[in-house]
């Protein structure tokens, strides 16, 4: 078993305001092996933006880390001082953001902004510079001529190639991406999504991806990680999670996608919405919500159970297996 | 997005008027700046109502010895015809405290009125408006107010007319700039498409949900006008007889009270004014913080990391 | 067939809306730049009839949203007609004419975030819309019938005093097609209604719209970019690119068997094989924004099968059985299937 590139353990993530506390990720743990794809999945307020922030180290107050540990190749990340974690930020790892127009600087061109990159982290010559950056926008797709546009006179979708470019100018052994898809069209995304992964492959970087759309990630990851109110719902092999769902929320998304080829069914969805993570429900966080929901689970906090390969946190898998942990 | 959504999941931006008054009375007292504000202000408003409980002397009647300093009886001493200072304060209180309100009032009201109908309404509208507002904006004060004080007959109403006149143009400007950005709201746009005449946008469904931006521009507009209407009663526009602290720095200054070693006299209603500006400008900073989470200073918890 | 390629419509069946050549241009730089205009929406031709829900289908920039704000009179049309039950929408002018127009066509926005406003409770607008639009309820009773638009919607009628921040995304839209149903509309424009709602949320609101149309008698506009929702409800779909209409017809017909190159791409970016389509290399798969275009098919560019005629000639919608198409290698085909004597291959023209 190869060593695990990055071992996330018992990970915890808060807002603490004045009024309430909000837990917004609660004892996430999970692996992920060097070129693994792993892809966190679950709608808005689940807390898989929070936990991408909190493994990379990108919270701000009131959000802070609580309790447990971040262990990239071996170092423990939350407990590393800003300057370790300065050398480390884009050489080791590196994060594409959900919106570029956020991220990208609009008053200074790609190229500048590439070189401030290259010199904040690393030592290169004006020619190595020069060159890397052609190199990285070729990787993407973007021809060269457009190093000396601005972030505005580029496309949405050559906006976001930019951004991943950035990632990769140190290629580093992990990139973290948050939702890059989501303010593209479908053939947009498609064609983007090809493109990671042709360079996941021929580069071999591991790649955490977050996003709210199943089928973006569905043709692509190697894991996939749902999440359901700040915590792990299911977790396992990709085929598996299609195939086979095992957590009842994981089977409500899935009957809530309609599809475009095959047969009409009827869409059922998942009635009611998220909970408020400052007062979340007794018991399972589900229950609410859950068709297949029995008496304890209103009261009792189901553990992640292991089911052959797969993780979830569902009573309905208590009694048959062990916990995972 | 969500990132900062759940922070500010607590501070929803519309509740009802009593909610959001206990809301506001609690935010009021965690933040110590409002808090003092808040205090001065209030300060401010009893003494304007209730004068004669503090004051024990008449305050226009000429009574005791001229420029007497200091003392128990005469807190701030008297004036150069023998008026105690500390009386005339308390009782000029009130006229200030009610000319700058209705100033600031009036003056924000217009400014809302025109630079959301200008940014609402666009087109011709839209720069007539500005046009007239940018004239507002430019006309020099001083020799408007020779001009109008050859017409007007010195008064409290012609001050707050003047002062009126030549204050709302400023907040316009930004509170267009607010409309312009708003326009396009869906909600507008539905209401537009269920067929609402434009007065009734704006009044109804634009104006209502920029009342945090009312209430600091108003607040803002109070801070100014204070000193404002001071500095012109200083310079004789204003009915000097009328007991304000502007007028008090007028016949202080007539009488040459700083020459003549009556410092207090002329110091004590400058300082008066400062206070009742920085009681407004204090809220307003913390109203500011109250209505927008993201501005607050954030204060880390020092909390025991869990293992688990 | 009608004339319109619908060919299960009787001629004497008026279409609830129909547009003529629908075109919007917007203007774009200051006194000093060289005239750029930016062609929104081009000679579009829509018809919506009775109790039926119509799917436009484009990506961002392709108009559609456009096309709804002109339906629903937020701007005016460059050029081109709209006729309402066969009354020319410019036409009406005074007051009365516009409300009734505004009694008939409602409106149901994407954000559910913006579209309430904050600061009121969100009985607020559907009771705006009673006041306005419906004469028939009084005063008195305004609160029953907003209690009981609310309950045909799927929400409780308590939920009529809360604010707009104490309710979800999903419950918000509900709101927003409640206010269209308080005016007893016949046509509902729905701009990308669930776009921006969780998937387990978009399925209760598509049923609702289905249902509106099978027993509230509305006719929608389901303005989106995802065909796989436009393939749930709609019965017949219509397809954007660059401000054009390029492929339309019933709805398994379109996306069962696409002709269109664009609707086939479109098609295969979203279909679950584990094939990808075929592409140009090099196409970041963006719609052009069209501004001072030359004629031609605005899609060339990007299409496999792009002839010398496509540069020259801008194609129109053109009957192929039940459905239209812009596409000049489409309808050639077409008719080289359908002549009697099979006939040698495509050549360029």
């Given at each position: 078993?190869p060593?695990?590139?990055l071992?996330v353990?018992?990970?915890s993530v808060?807002?603490l305001?004045?009024?309430a506390d ?24 689940c ?7 909190g493994v ?5 107050p009131p959000?802070?880390?609580v309790g ?6 071996g170092?423990?990340?939350?407990r590393?001082?800003p300057d370790?974690?300065?050398?480390m930020r ?6 594409v ?6 991220a990208?600087?609009p008053m200074k061109?790609i190229e500048a ?6 010199e904040a982290?690393?030592t290169?010559?004006h020619?190595?510079i020069?060159?890397?950056s052609?190199e990285?926008l070729?990787m993407?797709?973007?021809d060269p001529i457009?190093?000396g546009?601005?972030?505005?006179q580029?496309?949405?979708g050559?906006r976001q190639?930019a ?7 140190f290629?580093?052994q992990l ?7 989501s303010a593209l069209?479908?053939v947009?995304?498609r064609?983007l999504?090809t ?5 996941q492959q021929s ?18 990851s190697?894991?996939v990680?749902?999440?359901?109110a700040?915590?792990i719902?299911?977790?396992a092999?990709?085929e598996?999670?299609f ?5 009842p929320y994981t ?5 809530a996608f ?7 069914r009827e869409l ?11 007062r ?6 589900f229950?609410?919500r859950?068709?297949d929901?029995?008496?304890?689970c209103?009261?009792?906090?189901p ?5 052959g390969?797969a ?6 898998y208590?009694k048959?297996t062990?916990?995972?942990? | 997005?969500?990132?900062t959504d ?6 929803p931006?519309a509740?009802?008027v009593s ?7 609690r935010a009021?007292?965690r933040?110590r700046?409002?808090?003092v504000?808040?205090l001065?202000?209030?300060l401010?408003v009893?003494?304007?109502?209730f004068?004669?409980?503090?004051a ?6 000429p009574?005791?010895?001229a420029?007497a300093?200091?003392s128990?009886?005469h807190?701030l ?7 105690d200072v500390?009386s005339q304060?308390?009782w000029?209180t009130?006229l200030?405290?009610i000319?700058t309100l ?6 924000t009201?217009?400014s809302?009125?025109i630079?959301?109908t ?5 087109g011709?509208?839209?720069r ?7 004239v507002?904006l430019?006309i020099?004060?001083l020799p408007?107010?020779?001009l109008?004080?050859?017409?007007l007959?010195p008064?409290v109403?012609?001050?707050?007319i003047v002062?009126t006149?030549?204050?709302w143009?400023f907040?316009a400007?930004?509170l267009?700039?607010?409309?312009l950005?708003l326009r396009?709201?869906d909600?507008l746009v ?11 946008i704006?009044l109804v469904e634009i104006v ?7 209430v600091?521009s ?8 204070v ?5 012109l009663?200083?310079?004789g526009l204003g009915n000097s007889?009328e007991l304000m602290?502007?007028?008090m720095l007028?016949?202080a200054?007539?009488?040459a009270?700083l ?6 006299w ?6 008066a004014v400062?206070?009742m500006?920085?009681g407004f400008a204090?809220v ?12 607050r ?7 025991a990391r869990?293992?688990? | 067939?009608g ?5 299960d ?5 008026e ?7 629908l075109?919007r241009?917007f203007g774009?730089?200051?006194l000093?730049?060289?005239k ?7 000679d ?6 009775e109790n039926?829900?119509?799917?436009l289908v484009?990506?961002s920039g392709s108009g559609?949203?456009?096309v ?7 701007y005016?049309?460059?050029r ?5 039950r ?6 009406l ?6 409300l009734w127009?505004?009694g008939?066509v ?20 559907v009771?705006r819309?009673l006041?306005?639009h419906r004469?028939?309820?009084?005063r008195d009773q305004?609160r029953r019938?907003a209690e009981?638009v609310?309950?045909?919607v799927?929400l409780n009628?308590?939920m009529?005093?809360?604010f707009?921040?104490?309710?979800s995304g999903?419950e918000?839209q509900?709101?927003?097609f409640a206010q269209?149903?308080a005016?007893r509309?016949?046509?509902?424009l729905a701009?990308?209604?669930v776009?921006?709602l969780?998937?387990s ?10 249902n509106?149309r099978?027993?509230e008698?509305?006719s929608?506009l389901?303005i989106t ?5 436009a393939?749930?409800?709609a019965?017949?779909v219509?397809?954007m690119?660059?401000g ?6 019933p709805?398994?017909t379109?996306l ?5 190159p664009y609707?086939?791409?479109l098609?295969?970016?979203?279909a679950?094989?584990r094939q990808?389509a075929?592409?140009?290399?090099g ?9 001072n275009?030359?004629e ?11 002839i010398?005629k496509?540069s ?10 039940s459905?239209?198409?812009a ?5 050639a085909q077409?008719?080289?299937n ?5 006939t040698?291959p495509i050549?360029?023209?």
């Amino acid at each position: 078993m190869p060593e695990p590139l990055l071992e996330v353990r018992n990970l915890s993530v808060a807002y603490l305001t004045e009024t309430a506390d909000v837990r917004a990720v609660d004892r996430v743990s999970f692996t992920v092996a060097p070129g693994e794809f792993l892809g966190i999945v679950g709608e808005s307020g689940c807390g898989k933006s929070t936990l991408l922030f909190g493994v990379a180290q990108l919270l701000s107050p009131p959000g802070e880390v609580v309790g447990g540990d971040v262990i990239f190749r071996g170092e423990d990340m939350v407990r590393l001082g800003p300057d370790d974690l300065r050398h480390m930020r884009w050489r080791d790892f590196s994060i594409v953001m959900q919106s570029a127009m956020n991220a990208l600087n609009p008053m200074k061109s790609i190229e500048a902004q590439f070189k401030d990159t290259l010199e904040a982290h690393g030592t290169l010559s004006h020619e190595e510079i020069q060159q890397r950056s052609a190199e990285v926008l070729e990787m993407v797709g973007i021809d060269p001529i457009h190093l000396g546009s601005y972030p505005h006179q580029l496309s949405g979708g050559m906006r976001q190639r930019a951004m991943i470019a950035m990632a990769l100018l140190f290629t580093p052994q992990l990139v973290m991406m948050d939702e890059p898809t989501s303010a593209l069209d479908v053939v947009a995304q498609r064609s983007l999504m090809t493109k990671v992964k042709d360079l996941q492959q021929s580069l071999g970087f591991a790649i955490i991806f977050v996003t709210h759309d199943m089928s973006v990630v569905s043709r692509y990851s190697d894991h996939v990680m749902v999440m359901y109110a700040g915590q792990i719902a299911e977790a396992a092999r990709t085929e598996s999670i299609f195939t086979r769902p095992l957590h009842p929320y994981t089977r409500g998304l899935m009957s809530a996608f309609p599809s475009v080829t095959g047969p009409r069914r009827e869409l059922v969805g998942i009635p009611g919405a998220p909970p408020d993570l400052a007062r979340p429900p007794t018991g399972c966080r589900f229950n609410p919500r859950c068709p297949d929901v029995m008496p304890e689970c209103l009261t009792q906090d189901p553990e992640l159970y292991v089911v052959g390969d797969a993780e979830v946190r569902c009573l309905l898998y208590a009694k048959q297996t062990k916990k995972a942990m | 997005m969500a990132v900062t959504d759940i922070a500010a999941a607590a501070q929803p931006d519309a509740l009802e008027v009593s909610v959001r008054s206990r809301r506001l009375l609690r935010a009021i007292l965690r933040n110590r700046k409002a808090t003092v504000g808040a205090l001065i202000l209030l300060l401010m408003v009893f003494v304007a109502a209730f004068p004669g409980l503090i004051a024990n002397h008449p305050p226009q009647a000429p009574l005791y010895r001229a420029n007497a300093g200091p003392s128990s009886s005469h807190l701030l001493g008297t004036t150069q015809l023998g008026q105690d200072v500390f009386s005339q304060l308390v009782w000029g209180t009130r006229l200030t405290l009610i000319v700058t309100l209705v100033v600031s009032a009036i003056a924000t009201l217009i400014s809302m009125i025109i630079g959301v109908t200008a940014a609402y309404l666009g087109g011709v509208t839209d720069r007539t408006l500005t046009v007239v507002t940018d004239v507002f904006l430019i006309i020099p004060v001083l020799p408007l107010l020779i001009l109008l004080s050859a017409y007007l007959s010195p008064s409290v109403t012609s001050l707050i007319i003047v002062l009126t006149v030549t204050s709302w143009a400023f907040q316009a400007r930004q509170l267009r700039s607010q409309g312009l950005s708003l326009r396009n709201r869906d909600f507008l746009v539905a209401a537009r498409v269920r067929g609402e005449r434009p007065m009734y946008i704006i009044l109804v469904e634009i104006v209502p949900t920029m009342t945090s931006l009312l209430v600091a521009s108003f607040l803002a507009l109070a801070v100014f006008e204070v000193g404002f209407a001071a500095s012109l009663q200083f310079l004789g526009l204003g009915n000097s007889s009328e007991l304000m602290w502007g007028t008090m720095l007028y016949n202080a200054q007539q009488a040459a009270a700083l020459e003549s070693g009556n410092a207090l006299w002329a110091l004590a209603p400058g300082a008066a004014v400062a206070l009742m500006g920085a009681g407004f400008a204090l809220v307003n900073f913390a109203f500011d913080e109250i209505g927008n989470p993201a501005l607050r200073p954030v204060r880390r918890r020092r909390r025991a990391r869990t293992a688990a | 067939m009608g004339a319109d390629g619908n060919s299960d419509r009787t001629v004497a069946d008026e279409p609830l809306i129909r547009t003529v050549d629908l075109t919007r241009h917007f203007g774009l730089g200051g006194l000093f730049a060289k005239k750029q205009v930016l062609h929104a929406v081009d000679d579009f031709n829509l018809t919506i009839h009775e109790n039926e829900i119509v799917a436009l289908v484009g990506e961002s920039g392709s108009g559609k949203s456009t096309v709804a704000r002109m339906l629903a009179r937020v701007y005016p049309p460059t050029r081109g007609e709209i006729y309402y039950r066969g009354r020319l929408l410019n036409k009406l002018r005074s007051r009365k004419d516009l409300l009734w127009y505004r009694g008939e066509v409602a409106m149901v926005f994407q954000d559910p975030f913006s579209a309430l406003n904050p600061v009121f409770r969100v009985s607020h607008g559907v009771t705006r819309n009673l006041a306005l639009h419906r004469p028939d309820v009084r005063r008195d009773q305004r609160r029953r019938e907003a209690e009981r638009v609310f309950e045909s919607v799927g929400l409780n009628a308590k939920m009529l005093r809360r604010f707009p921040y104490e309710m979800s995304g999903g419950e918000r839209q509900r709101v927003g097609f409640a206010q269209a149903l308080a005016v007893r509309p016949k046509l509902i424009l729905a701009d990308e209604p669930v776009s921006m709602l969780d998937v387990s949320i978009r399925a209760g609101v598509l049923n609702m719209m289905s249902n509106l149309r099978d027993q509230e008698g509305v006719s929608i506009l389901y303005i989106t970019h995802d065909l796989a929702s436009a393939r749930y409800v709609a019965d017949r779909v219509l397809v954007m690119y660059a401000g054009h209409l390029v492929e339309e017809g019933p709805t398994e017909t379109i996306l069962g068997d696409p002709k269109h190159p664009y609707t086939q791409l479109l098609l295969s970016a979203v279909a679950e094989s584990r094939q990808d389509a075929e592409s140009i290399s090099g196409d970041t798969g963006e719609p052009p924004k069209v501004i001072n275009p030359s004629e031609g098919c605005r899609f060339r560019w990007r299409c496999p099968y792009a002839i010398e005629k496509c540069s020259q000639v801008t194609p129109r919608p053109t009957p192929i059985g039940s459905r239209q198409v812009a596409c000049h290698v489409a309808v050639a085909q077409a008719e080289a299937n359908s002549a009697a004597v099979p006939t040698a291959p495509i050549t360029n023209t």
